[in-house]
Every structure is written in structure tokens, then in C-alpha cells.
């Protein structure tokens, strides 16, 4: 092979999938002069050597010292992951001699290592292995690692939090969450990439505002009056259904409703529909909460048997000179008189003002913060 000067070698490792910053999982053989050791090992690119950590718990710990000689192997066989770690060593696969050291005989690619050096850290030794040969075995062969399928996984896991956040279980969203962060937690253990830790950062992000608002909107009464505090970030002109085109103004628009039905068509079922971004637009609000620039800060909510909707849009418009945002917006059913259910506040957060009114009204108001998300 190459001497390690070259960045041929290092880009010969790229290409199979060895990073700097993401630990590639494979499986190490080697010769300890007592045979051959075969265990799981992650290892990163460092220069134009793969670099790991071995804890000094494991009994490869034991072995370390350089010039040995052995192998990193590239497989997805599972029993080449599992058998070491259950059993201590392999039972079904082969490991084969070379002049290089002992290999896997099954794998999709070998990299001959002998190990350079070792040094003692805290609570593991950080091993360099020098490159000596390489066997491709399969075309395109790919070091896994663990921060993809985490990072997959941990999407998956959201999807469903969306799907019985929708239904307001929150059984099954506190223990879908908990697998969440085990699976983001391994995408930070795995890997350093700048792209995967934002991204998971998103999705737990994600995951813990479903459990608070599942679990803040499963506390909720059944039937009721809300406002929904919607911030907007800028003017603009939106597509309203057959209201046509309306105009919005930056600050704060407040959409009053009521839910007086059982399930969907109670609080609950209302609110995290209007909290979901991904539904069927139907309603005037839909329209305007699909935009990325719009997003419900606070809700404010309170228990009614009856239809109070009117009465708090009203007393929004009088006591907090909240104006019609756009005629018409929410109202086509109003028999009340009311110009629209959808009322520009202005640019200061009129919170604690419309709790106000909520209380002069004898209605019991419950704060729940939304804050930014998707
Ligand atoms: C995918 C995978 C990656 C692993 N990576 C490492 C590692 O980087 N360093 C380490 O010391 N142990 C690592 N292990 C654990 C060792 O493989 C494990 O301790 C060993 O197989 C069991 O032998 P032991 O009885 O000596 O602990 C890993 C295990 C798995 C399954």
C-alpha cells in the first residue's frame, strides 16, 4: 500500500465510507499472538491512520501494544456484530490467515492494519492503526455507522408522536419520545457532523413540544373557548379559500373558536389539529398557519358548556381595540354579528390582556405556550 504521505490512502478510506468526524462501525481481528481477537469496533479517520477507542472494561484492552498485526473489516453480516458480543467470538463465519494478518473471510472489504500506537487516556486507550493492504471483496463497499439509521429511526419515532398527538394519547407519545432521545443520543455519540446534530437537535426538539402540549392539551376540559395567539413575522398577503386574497400585518392576530363536540370535535381534537401544520387545509385559520411565517405562540383556553366564542371575540375587539384582520376571516358561519374571528392585536403580546378579558367575562382562562416550532 501507498506510504501514509499520500492522500491517496486517505481518499481510498473516504471512498469506503471512514470519516474524521463520524465513527464507522467494523469489525476488528486481530493477532494477539494468543490467536486471533475478533470484536466490534468503531473507528474514525485520523490523517491517513483509523483511529478507536477501546475502553479499558474490554478484554482487547488487555491485548493492545503496537506492531500487531490484524484486520478492520467492512460487513453487514449481523452475526459478525452479535456473536463476539454474545458469545466472546465467532461461531458461524470464518476468519482467514494472509500474509497480512487474520480477516474476515465473508466480509464486503478488509483493510490490513498494524497498530502504530497506543496511548492512555482516562477511562480507555486511544489506538492509531496503520493501513498495510486493502481486499475489496463486494463492489462499493460502505463502512457502516450508526448515526444514519439513528437519525432515520429517530424520524420514524416522530411520525408516529404525530400521529397519536393527533389523537391526544399521551401514553404513547411520552414512550415514543423516550425513543427519540435514546436514538438522538446515539446520533451525538456517533458522530461530530455539524448536519446529523442539528438535525437531530430538531427532531428532539420536536418531540419533547409534542409531550408538553399532548400533555397540557390532555388536561384540558372537554369542551370549551380558545384563542389561539398567532404571531406573524411579516405583512403579507395570503390565499384564503374563497375569501381570496387577504393582507396581514406583522404582530399579533388572535382567532377565537369554539369546541363544544366529543373527540375530534372537542377541545382537544381542535386544538392539536391547529397545532398540526400537516392536515388538510380547510378552515380560513389553516390557511394562514400553513405559512412558515406564521405560527401560534400561546393558547389560551377556557371550560364553557356553551358557545362563547362571540361573546370573547367582542370583548377582544372593546377591550384590547383589536381590529377585524381581514373581513370576513372565520365568520362565514358567525350569526352574531361578528365582522370576523380573526383580529390583529397589534406588535406587543397581548397575553395577559386577553386572559383579562377571559376573567371579566367569569370564564377561568389556562395558558398554554406554543412557542416557535415546525
Ligand atoms: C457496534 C459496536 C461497536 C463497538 N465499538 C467499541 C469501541 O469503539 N470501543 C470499545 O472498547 N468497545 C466497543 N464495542 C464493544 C466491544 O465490541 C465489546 O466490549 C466486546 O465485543 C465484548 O467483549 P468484552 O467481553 O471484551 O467486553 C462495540 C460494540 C459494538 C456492538
Given at each position: 500500500m501507498v506510504e501514509d504521505s499520500s492522500g491517496l490512502l486517505r481518499g481510498l478510506l473516504s471512498h469506503l465510507g471512514?470519516?474524521?468526524r463520524t465513527f464507522s462501525e467494523v469489525i476488528l481481528v486481530l493477532e494477539t499472538g494468543r490467536g486471533a481477537h475478533v470484536q466490534p469496533l468503531g473507528v474514525k479517520l485520523k490523517g491517513s491512520s483509523l483511529w478507536a477507542r477501546v475502553f479499558k472494561?474490554?478484554?482487547l484492552h488487555e491485548h493492545l501494544r503496537p506492531s500487531l498485526r490484524g484486520s478492520l473489516n467492512i460487513t453487514y453480516d449481523p452475526r459478525a456484530f452479535f456473536e463476539p458480543v454474545?458469545?466472546?467470538?465467532?461461531?458461524s463465519l470464518e476468519i482467514r490467515e494472509s500474509p497480512l494478518g487474520p480477516y474476515l473471510a465473508s466480509c464486503d472489504a478488509v483493510i490490513f492494519v498494524e497498530i502504530a500506537e497506543v496511548k492512555e487516556e482516562r477511562a480507555f486507550s486511544s489506538v492509531f492503526f496503520k493501513p498495510l493492504g486493502l481486499i475489496i471483496e463486494r463492489e462499493h463497499p460502505l463502512a457502516p455507522n450508526r448515526a444514519f439509521p439513528a437519525l432515520v429511526e429517530a424520524l420514524v419515532h416522530l411520525t408516529r408522536i404525530r400521529h397519536h398527538a393527533r389523537a391526544c394519547d399521551v401514553q404513547p407519545v411520552e414512550d415514543l419520545a423516550k425513543k427519540v432521545r435514546a436514538c438522538v443520543e446515539t446520533v451525538r455519540h456517533a458522530t461530530e457532523e455539524s448536519a446529523y446534530l442539528d438535525m437531530a437537535s430538531e427532531i428532539l426538539s420536536e418531540a419533547e413540544r409534542w409531550v408538553y402540549l399532548v400533555r397540557s392539551i390532555a388536561s384540558l376540559p372537554e369542551k370549551g373557548v380558545y384563542t389561539l395567539v398567532v404571531r406573524l413575522g411579516k405583512d403579507m398577503e395570503i390565499r384564503v379559500g374563497a375569501l381570496g386574497k387577504a393582507k396581514l400585518m406583522a404582530g399579533y392576530h388572535l382567532y377565537t373558536g369554539s369546541a363544544l363536540g366529543?373527540?375530534?370535535?372537542?377541545l382537544k381534537g381542535r386544538l392539536i389539529r391547529h397545532l398540526s401544520r400537516i392536515k388538510k387545509v380547510f378552515w380560513h385559520i389553516d390557511y394562514l398557519l400553513r405559512?412558515?411565517?406564521?405560527?401560534?405562540e400561546t393558547l389560551i383556553v377556557a371550560e364553557s358548556q356553551f358557545k362563547k366564542e362571540c361573546e370573547v371575540n367582542k370583548a377582544l375587539m372593546e377591550e384590547l381595540g383589536a381590529v377585524p384582520s381581514v373581513l370576513g376571516f372565520g365568520s362565514?358561519?358567525?350569526?352574531?354579528?361578528?365582522?370576523?374571528?380573526l383580529l390583529y392585536a397589534g406588535l406587543s403580546r397581548p397575553v395577559e390582556a386577553i386572559e383579562r378579558v377571559y376573567q371579566r367575562l367569569g370564564l377561568k382562562p389556562i395558558l398554554i405556550e406554543v412557542g416557535r416550532w415546525r
Open positions: 471512514f470519516s474524521p472494561s474490554t478484554r454474545i458469545h466472546g467470538r465467532l461461531l366529543k373527540g375530534p370535535l372537542g405559512e412558515q411565517e406564521a405560527y401560534v362565514s358561519d358567525c350569526r352574531s354579528g361578528c365582522p370576523a374571528h
